[in-house]
Structure formats: structure tokens, C-alpha cells
């Protein structure tokens, strides 16, 4: 068992953990960068490394820029430690992670969280049927293997949807349809927002001309408020309903869900730092100030692990919480402009969050089942019927929720039913969901083996 | 009028945990209408920590009362669970086919031996127990690893699902007219004639029985009847696994199996205060003894692990207490709350209904505390 | 049906899934062969509830497969290698393990 120490450690090798990493070494600040996944680039520069822009451009310009950063992990005095999960951070700054099935602790003066978002849950009915994937997951497949499903189903909203129908079209893959949910009157409401998204003219142009390539080249539904994926033992078609009363039935074999992406919290909440209920975005964020300072003092947190403001941001908030870290160790050697300017650049970038925010916010019809059957909690096979029940004796919120239903106590550990049984919850006790609370997260934040974990024995200094 | 507003109630006890709803259910199946006041979610609750033992072997083995007492529930717990059985629900899954304390050294095995027969001789021989050596273990449980030396089988032992004991508590005491009141901790109590006036933040209630069940926040209340709880806070860690495909026939002291399958494993006893952090330096130990003892379950995967705080008393033997300063007042702390819920819900509770605390229960007054007596 | 969109010039192998043998180029992993190869499902999680792959990250944990007698692999988080021998991730039905004639040290 190697302990080992760092000045700072990333833990997570996407746009925002890379540019923490590169700044540092650019101060001459020794870093680990410790990843879970096969190769650099998190999930918007998945396989980046590996991938060639000729065979597959059908990615898009803006995924190949992202080579030159992504290759900067293996600069210097950046030590990059891939496949390996991190799962537990303790008080005494140690990192427990594993790697092939041993088991070490590290420790740093700093660690630097950035790992990522996941995609919000959308519990519709037949979701956890055999050809149901997420179309982040979709994504993942067209990075890595270059594999793409025909004529699949899309079905919700936001900005990852449309890139990956999107890059579908561009790949010359059929699409039946795109089921958008996106309400109606979102569009009205996040006029407010409108002005201050012009600011990234570039961003806009992008997602329109998204969105004008899937109406011209599939069957484009909107205001979808109704949706049932139909089959036994696998998807045979998908139902659904519009705001307007009109229905339809689609055939297919493949349908990719998206509502959205919320910070993965689940190794933030596990180290015990405060997270707030964010109103506009429906989810839980960790609490940092303007550092990128968690409410521990030595836990800085950068990307969308913090919010959700992009990979764009994401990249310019690494080089803050690295900047920030630098003059730690020797105050002032970044100066106050720098950083100003950064955090000006960083606002910037974020002027069409407010706007995406609230057009593609996820309708209470797809935050929780409407039907009593459909599965909330897939690991444990919990339906919405069986939470109701058990709300019935009185529970004060999600951890005496889970003790009654199992809801939560899956391999998952709540990423894919923690927001939905919140809901749940919170409408039955008529409460604030920041007050109704979420499941208590603990170590490890990923299933490891008994093995794994007593490999650490007796390695502790007395 | 709802049970929501009703203010009057015959029994109010605070906490929601097994102590407060096994005597709670006691009291409800009596007749009584009981009040539970509860805190919140996320508030320190030992249930938490329960592990699901219904466990005899060992306890008491210097203190003669508490092994009469543990006894006496563990009898009581057929009968207990039978009762809870008729409100529906899923079946609490109470198995009491022996359990073991698997030895990993000669020492180990000496010093069991010698506790257990302390027991037996304390208990005038109605406690039985057996040492077993690897050969006889094996029999009973196959798969047992190599540095195992053997255990002590004691046929009283035996489990029970603790979140599903709780689950039926609450229902059976709410099918019985029953109320639970959750983020409603007691915040003052009086006396007025012959009523207990119990306040909350946002309530007033009234009743004739009021049982302070609160756990560790008994210390800061019991003062308010006239009573002391000494108690202090003990952490234990508990690492718990995904469902594995084989099936463990006992439980023992520190595993055991749920219906579903996974093994929750314990367990570790530590000084920390009010701190309820999962620490890596326990939880591989916990698992390293753990694969020592089943080196099969080596390659399960651990979905969680967790802390809980145990009510500890000074002396490690429950606290029951009847005030004098307020009839019909009781202080009761308690960290073996599964193993003895059999004996709170029949006799505890019999004993609060009737206001007097039964003989042998004398030796668990907080008074044996007291050095001096004034 | 998953279709592959180009193959770049890369090492293909031969792995099996219960039983049935699949081609798979190189960088595969476990997840994109399946799905590649026409298996959607891959797990079952209880009665007449069988699951694939979902998310693709790591996060879902529905895509449980046994590879080479080890149960409990991520699918999608395990790259190929030649021969691997996949079978579906079935729900544990409790059963008492042999006497001990059969423990391994």
C-alpha cells in the first residue's frame, strides 16, 4: 500500500479538472489527477484523444477543440492516474481510491473536486426496459465505438438532446421521431432571459442550427406531456400525448431519454460539505463562494460537480479554483486582476444559463411517474406505488423513507431516484424540497469489493 | 375532530425510535391512545445503527439482571412478533435458530468460554451455549476460513429484519389509534393536577403517561421530570453488501444476513463524541475480520456504509427510571433495542400502564450511579 | 439495431456472450459490443425484469454482466480482450453452499 501526498489533488479528468491541472503545473504546483474512466476528457471529450476528426466529424467542430486541452494531462508535473475511483474522502484529507482491486489512500493539501454531471432521472413509464438508454448514453456510444442505434426515439429536452440527434443526422443515422417536452409556455417565460443570452451569439447559432437540422430531417413533436415506452421484455413503441390533446404511437426498439444535467453529488454529500437547493435549475448544488470554495476549507470544487454552467465554463473555472488554490501557497502570486478577469469571463460565459434554464427546466410531469406502477427506484424495483405507501406512516423525509420501501439502498446509491422520491415526499407533506431534504450519502460512493476495502488495512500510522 | 389535532392524549412518548415505538405499541395494544413525538430526518437516530440481533449469548454474563431480563425478552419474542404479524405489512422475518461468536484465535476462544459459562452459572443453567471447534463450525457453516478457530453456538440467539420490527411498530400502533408527530421535539413538561402537560414548539398536549425515549437527547431531558440519564454517545460502523447468492444459515455476533440478501457487518465501538463519520481505518477492519471469517464473500461488493450512535449508559445495561417529582413520568435509555423490544412492548409497557416499574428492573435505576446516596 | 458507423483500423477480436460468439473491434468495451451485437439485455433484476445498458458512464449500474466466472462487472467500464467469456448477471436465489468438501483456501 503506497500513501502518498500531494500538494493538490483533482479528482476528475474532464474540461474542468484538466485545466486545474494545467494551471497548476504552469505555477509549478505538483497535482494528481485521478479519473475513473479508461482515458481523458470526461464525458463532453470522451475518447478525444482516440478519436479522429476525419472519420468521425460527425461529433462536431466543438468536440474536437477540446484535443489540444485534453492533451495537456500528460504535461509535467501533472500525474495522471486513470481508472481509478475515488470512493471516500475523510476529514484528515485523505482520498480512499481504488485501482484493479487494490485499494490506497492519498493525501494533499488541496483537493479539487470536478467530477461532473449526470443526466436528472426521468421516470417514465417502461423507462427500465432493454433498448431504454439515456442519450447521454448515446453520446457516450457514438465517442467511444462509434455506434449509433436506428431509427431510435428521442424523447425530452435540453441542449445534450439536441446535440445528439444532432450528430446522429450528421452521421447519417435515421431518427423516427424526437419527442420534445419541452412545455409551450417555457418559451414565453424565459423571454426575460433572452437578452442577456445574446451575449453568446455563437451558443444560440449552434443550438438553432441543431434544432433546424432535426425538424428538416425527423418527425419533430412539441410540447409532449404525455409519454408511456411500451413493450415486454424490450421496447416495441413508444406513446405519447401533446399539450394540445394530440396522441400518437411510434414504433421503435430504441428510445433515449434527457431531461437535463445535475451535479453528480453523490461523492460531495458523502464528504459531508453543505449543499443548497438551487430553485431555478431543480436540483442539489454543493455551497461554494466565489472561490470555488466548498464549506470545507481545503475542498475546492470546479465545473459542473459545482453547477451546471457548462464544459465552456467549466474549463475557466478550473483555472479559477487553481488560481485560487496558487495563492494559498504563496498569497498574491496570481494577481487580483487575473483573477477579476476571470471571474468576469466566467460570468460571461454563464449570461445563456438563465435563458437555457428556464425554457428547457424539466415539467412536473416527467419529475415523478404519473402512473402508480412505473419504477422509481430501478436497483431495488421500488414503484411510485409502493413510495406512497409507505409515506403513509408518517415519514419525516428520505432516510426514514428508504428504511420503510428500500428506495435508495440500490447499487446506484440514489443517483438515478433521489430527486424523483424527494418530489414524492415533498408534494405528499406539502413541503419546500429544500426542506423535505435528500437521502444521506455515504462512503463508499461507488460499490467496492470487501476485498477492496480491507486491502487498507493495517496501512494507517498509529 | 383528527388524530392530528386531538391534544389529549392517554400516553405521549418522546422518540420515535424502537424504544419509543416497541413501548408505544405496548401501550397502544393495552388500550392506551399513544402519542409518539418525533425529530426530524436527519437528526441523530440510533435506530440507525440497529443491526438486527436478537442476541442472548453474552449479555449480562457479570451482571445477573440484565441476563434475566434478555432472557426474559428473548422468550417473549415469539409471541411479540406473532402479535405485530396481524396489522399485515411484510413479515419482520424473526429467526431464532441460534447464532454463533466466531473465534479467530485460541485467546478468543478462552475468553468466550469463560464469559459464557459466568453466564450459565449466574443463570442457574437455563442459559446453554456450546464451543465449537472448526470441524463442528464447519458442519454448521460451511465455507468458514482458514484463521477461523471456532465459535460459540448459544441456541437462544437469533435476528430479525430491524427496519421492517419498525415498520410494523408504527403501523400496528397507528391501526390502534396511535399518532406519530415528526420535527416535534418535547421543549417543556409540567404537572398540572393530575395531568402531564407535554409543550413542543408549535403544541401543547396534555396526557397521563409521558415516557422520555429520546436517545442520547434523554440527558438533556430527563432533568425536566426530575430524573438523570447518564448516558454518552458510542459509535459503531456498519458496512452492509449487495444481495449475495449464498445463504448463511446462523447469524453471528458481528454478521448477519438479510431477507434480501446482502451481509451487514459490524462492528466497532468507538469514543468519538457526537461525530457520525464513516472512517476507512474501521470500515477495512471490519471487512478484513469479515473475510476472514467467509472468504467466499471476499468478492461482494459494498453499497454502504454507515455510523450510528449507541445510547450508551456509564455501566454499557439500560436505564429505566420512574420520576418522583411527576407520576407517571419515565426515563428509559437503552442501546439493545432490538433484543429487548419483546420485553419493552409486554412488560415495560405493562408496567408504565400501571405506573410502577416491576421488581426486576430495580437494578437498572440510574441511582446505581450514585457513589454516595444523600 | 446498433449499427457501427466506421471501423478505424483496428485489432478485431472474438469474445462470447452466453455462449454465442461476437466479433468486436479492439477498443470495444463490454456495453457497445453487446448493444453492437443485437443484445439489448443483459441483466436480470428479478422476476420477468430484464435490464441493459442505460447510461453508459458508470453511474447506473444496470449493465451487471459475469465476465470469465466474475460476477458484478460493469459492462460499459470494461474493455474487451480476446476470448472473454460473458454471461448474463442473473438475481442471486439464495441457496446453501455445499459442505466442505468444496472450500477452496
Redesign the interface.
Known amino acids: 500500500m503506497s500513501k502518498s501526498h500531494f500538494s493538490v489533488a483533482i479528482i476528475g479528468a474532464g474540461p474542468a479538472g484538466i485545466s486545474a491541472a494545467a494551471t497548476l503545473n504552469r505555477y509549478c504546483i505538483e497535482n494528481i489527477v485521478i479519473d475513473d474512466q479508461v482515458g481523458p476528457g470526461g464525458q463532453v471529450y470522451r475518447n478525444i484523444l482516440d478519436n479522429d476528426n476525419d472519420k468521425r466529424n460527425f461529433l462536431g467542430e466543438d468536440y474536437f477543440k477540446g484535443y489540444k486541452l485534453v492533451n495537456q494531462i500528460f504535461n509535467g508535473k501533472i500525474k495522471y492516474q486513470s481508472k481509478s475511483t475515488v470512493w471516500q474522502i475523510t476529514d484528515g484529507k485523505e482520498i480512499a481510491l481504488v485501482t484493479d482491486g487494490k485499494s490506497e489512500i492519498i493525501t494533499a493539501d488541496y483537493i479539487i473536486i470536478a467530477t461532473g454531471a449526470m443526466e436528472r432521472p426521468m421516470p417514465i413509464e417502461g423507462w427500465t426496459l432493454p433498448g431504454v438508454m439515456t442519450v447521454g448514453g448515446a453520446q457516450t456510444l457514438l465517442k467511444q465505438s462509434a455506434i449509433a442505434a436506428e431509427n431510435a426515439v428521442f424523447v425530452g429536452n435540453g441542449p445534450l438532446l439536441y446535440l445528439t440527434a444532432w450528430q446522429y443526422i450528421q452521421a447519417g443515422v435515421g431518427i423516427i421521431a424526437v419527442l420534445d417536452t419541452t412545455q409551450a409556455k417555457n418559451w414565453r417565460a424565459a423571454i426575460p432571459y433572452a437578452g442577456r443570452a445574446l451575449l453568446q451569439p455563437a451558443m444560440i447559432k449552434s443550438g438553432y442550427d441543431w434544432l433546424k437540422e432535426i425538424k428538416k430531417n425527423t418527425n419533430f413533436i412539441s410540447d409532449v406531456k404525455n409519454i408511456e415506452i411500451i413493450g415486454n421484455g424490450k421496447v416495441t413503441s413508444v406513446q405519447y400525448e401533446t399539450g394540445n390533446g394530440v396522441t400518437g404511437k411510434i414504433e421503435t426498439n430504441n428510445v433515449f431519454i434527457h431531461q437535463g444535467v445535475i451535479p453528480n453529488i453523490n461523492l460531495t454529500m458523502a464528504t459531508g460539505l453543505s449543499h443548497g437547493w438551487n430553485k431555478s435549475t431543480f436540483c442539489w448544488e454543493p455551497e461554494t463562494d466565489y472561490s470555488g470554495k466548498s464549506s470545507n476549507d481545503y475542498i475546492y470544487i470546479a465545473g459542473d460537480a459545482a453547477g451546471i454552467d457548462g464544459s465552456k465554463a467549466a474549463l475557466i473555472a478550473g483555472r479559477i479554483v487553481a488560481k485560487e488554490i496558487i495563492n494559498r501557497f504563496q498569497p498574491s502570486r496570481v494577481s487580483k486582476l487575473d483573477l477579476m478577469i476571470e471571474r468576469l469571463r466566467y460570468l460571461h460565459i454563464c449570461s445563456i444559463r438563465p435563458f437555457l434554464n428556464r425554457l428547457y427546466r424539466p415539467s412536473e410531469n416527467f419529475r415523478t411517474p404519473k402512473l402508480d406502477k412505473t419504477i422509481v427506484c430501478r436497483c431495488e424495483g421500488v414503484s411510485k406505488s409502493d413510495v406512497i405507501a409507505a409515506l403513509t406512516h408518517r415519514i419525516a423525509g428520505p432516510n426514514q423513507l428508504k428504511a420503510f420501501c428500500r428506495a435508495g439502498m440500490g447499487r446506484c446509491q440514489g443517483r438515478y431516484c433521489g430527486l424523483t422520491v424527494q418530489e414524492l415526499i415533498a408534494t405528499h407533506n406539502n413541503e419546500n424540497m429544500e426542506d423535505t431534504g435528500y437521502f444521506r450519502l455515504r462512503p463508499p460512493v461507488k460499490p467496492i469489493t470487501l476485498a477492496e476495502l480491507a486491502s487498507l488495512k493495517g496501512s494507517w500510522p498509529d | 375532530m383528527t388524530k392530528e389535532n386531538q391534544s389529549n392524549w392517554d400516553a405521549i412518548i418522546t422518540g420515535g425510535g424502537l424504544i419509543g415505538l416497541s413501548i408505544g405499541y405496548g401501550l397502544s395494544i393495552r388500550g392506551f391512545s399513544v402519542l409518539i413525538l ?5 437528526d441523530i437516530r440510533a435506530a ?1 445503527g440497529n443491526f438486527g440481533l436478537v442476541w442472548v449469548q453474552g449479555k449480562g454474563a457479570y451482571f445477573p439482571s440484565y441476563a434475566d431480563w434478555t432472557m426474559r425478552s428473548a422468550t417473549l419474542w415469539p409471541q411479540f412478533a406473532d402479535s405485530l404479524s396481524s396489522f399485515g405489512g411484510p413479515s419482520i422475518g424473526l429467526n431464532q435458530s441460534g447464532g454463533l461468536a466466531v473465534c479467530l484465535s485460541d485467546e478468543e476462544m478462552q475468553q468466550r468460554n469463560d464469559k459464557l459459562k459466568n453466564l450459565r452459572s449466574n443463570q442457574n443453567g437455563r442459559f446453554e451455549f456450546q464451543m465449537l471447534d472448526r470441524r463442528e463450525l ?2 454448521l457453516m ?2 468458514i476460513g ?1 484463521k477461523v478457530v471456532g465459535a460459540a453456538y448459544c441456541p437462544h440467539d437469533g435476528h430479525v429484519n430491524p ?1 421492517y420490527l ?2 410494523a411498530l ?2 400496528g400502533l ?1 391501526e390502534n389509534g396511535g ?5 416535534n421535539p418535547l421543549t417543556d413538561v409540567k404537572k398540572i393536577g393530575d395531568n402531564i402537560i407535554v409543550i413542543t414548539p408549535k403544541r401543547r398536549f396534555e396526557c397521563q403517561r409521558l415516557v422520555l425515549a429520546a436517545g442520547l437527547a434523554n440527558a438533556k431531558l430527563a432533568p425536566k421530570i426530575g430524573l438523570k440519564q447518564s448516558i454518552q454517545p458510542q459509535k459503531g460502523q456498519i ?1 452492509i ?7 448463511f ?1 446462523l447469524p453471528t455476533l458481528l454478521m448477519r444476513q438479510t431477507e ?2 446482502g451481509i451487514m457487518i459490524g462492528d466497532s465501538h468507538e469514543d468519538t463524541g457526537f461525530e457520525t ?5 474501521i ?3 471490519i ?2 475480520r ?2 476472514a471469517t467467509f ?12 455510523a450510528a450512535l449507541r445510547v450508551m449508559s456509564r455501566d454499557g445495561y439500560p436505564i429505566y427510571n420512574q420520576s418522583k417529582l411527576m407520576e407517571g413520568a419515565f426515563a428509559i435509555s437503552c442501546h439493545s433495542g432490538v433484543t429487548l423490544a419483546a420485553a419493552h412492548a409486554i412488560d415495560l409497557a405493562g408496567y408504565i400502564a400501571e405506573t410502577k416499574l416491576g421488581a426486576e428492573l430495580e437494578a437498572f435505576s440510574e441511582e446505581r450511579f450514585d457513589v454516595q446516596k444523600t | 439495431m446498433f449499427k457501427r458507423l466506421e471501423t478505424k483500423s483496428v485489432k478485431p477480436l472474438t469474445i462470447s456472450f452466453e455462449g454465442q460468439k461476437i466479433k468486436v473491434l479492439e477498443n470495444d468495451n463490454v456495453a457497445s459490443a453487446l448493444l453492437r451485437g443485437g443484445y439489448l439485455e443483459c441483466r436480470e433484476a428479478g422476476k420477468n425484469d430484464m435490464r441493459g445498458p442505460f447510461c453508459m458512464m458508470g453511474t447506473c449500474f444496470e449493465c451487471l454482466v459475469k465476465i470469465d466466472g466474475k460476477p458484478n462487472q460493469q459492462a460499459c467500464q470494461t474493455p474487451v480482450y480476446e476470448n472473454m467469456q460473458i454471461f448474463k448477471q442473473v438475481t442471486p436465489s439464495l441457496t446453501i453452499p455445499e459442505k466442505k468438501e468444496n472450500v477452496d483456501e
Open positions: 418525533d425529530e426530524g430526518d436527519l440507525r464447519e458442519d460451511p465455507g482458514p427496519l419498525m415498520r408504527a403501523k397507528i399518532l406519530i408527530l415528526t420535527k458496512i453488501t449487495e444481495k449475495l447468492d449464498q445463504k444459515a434480501e440478501g463519520g464513516v472512517c476507512p481505518k470500515t477495512s477492519g471487512a478484513d469479515a473475510i472468504p467466499k464473500i471476499a468478492e461482494s461488493n459494498v453499497i454502504r456504509s454507515w
